[in-house]
């Protein structure tokens, strides 16, 4: 089946800097990824949808600016965290569809700890 | 705004027995509903999804029921097992393959 890699598995950064997190497509190409966040014991809230070749759609209350995503390829999503602070920390994991509307996988999820 | 409801928030069972969790959706756009399993930090797994087009599907133990009427769907577990231990999320996607989790299920199977 379809794969979707994401690394790191897990980062601790220190307060005000920033982190990029990277998710790839292994075995298909997707003109479109998305991001999750997931705070512990709960659900995953979409923050954007990350589309190749154009700028990405942000979900009503995510930060733009703080949450910068990059769809360089058709393989390759990146989200990157900017000015960290500790309530930035979270679950990030992203998604693809490998064959348009419908069938998402998911990577396996980025621990991010901001001391 | 959650767009879709879940419940229950936490369900135990004993080996053997149906685990029933519902889900219950307002945005009548969405057009995929897939049902997640998901371990403590890995991330979710698809189990099984229905399109509004049909009323019950089933995969092994795994079956979901749609109500488009009601706009509810449910997912069943049946003969479930400790190792089905997980949190659930159901979900509904729109065909601009946005997708919008409810809230989990944490399900206990007692052996």
């Known amino acids: 089946g379809a794969v979707v890699s994401q690394h790191p598995s897990w980062v601790i950064c220190k307060s005000g800097t920033s982190v990029k997190i990277e998710c790839r497509s292994l075995?298909?190409?997707?003109?479109?990824m998305f991001w999750y966040r997931q705070f512990p014991k709960q659900s995953l809230m979409l923050m954007a949808t990350?589309?190749?070749?154009?700028?990405?759609?942000?979900e009503q209350g995510v930060e733009k600016d703080k949450f910068l995503i990059n769809h360089a390829s058709l393989t390759l999503s990146t989200l990157t965290v900017t000015s960290a602070h500790p309530e930035d920390s979270s679950f990030y994991i992203c998604?693809?569809?490998?064959?348009?509307?419908?069938?998402?996988?998911f990577g396996p999820g980025t621990r991010l700890t901001v001391t | 705004q959650q767009q879709v409801k879940q419940s229950p928030q936490s369900l135990i069972v004993q080996k053997g027995g149906i685990s029933i969790i519902n889900c219950a959706y307002e945005n009548t756009a969405f057009d995929y509903f897939p049902w997640y399993q998901q371990f403590p930090g890995k991330g979710p797994a698809l189990l099984i999804a229905?399109?509004?087009?049909?009323s019950e599907k089933k995969e092994g133990r795994f079956t979901i029921s749609f109500n488009k009427s009601a706009k509810q769907f449910s997912l069943h577990i049946m003969d479930s097992q400790p190792g089905d231990s997980a949190t659930y999320f159901c979900a509904a996607a729109n065909t601009g393959n946005q997708f919008y989790f409810g809230t989990g299920t944490s399900l206990t199977v007692i052996p």
């Open positions: 998604s693809a569809p490998p064959t348009g509307f419908g069938e998402q996988y």
């Open positions: 229905i399109r509004p087009d049909v």
């Open positions: 990350s589309n190749e070749g154009s700028k990405a759609t942000y």
């Open positions: 075995d298909f190409q997707a003109t479109t």
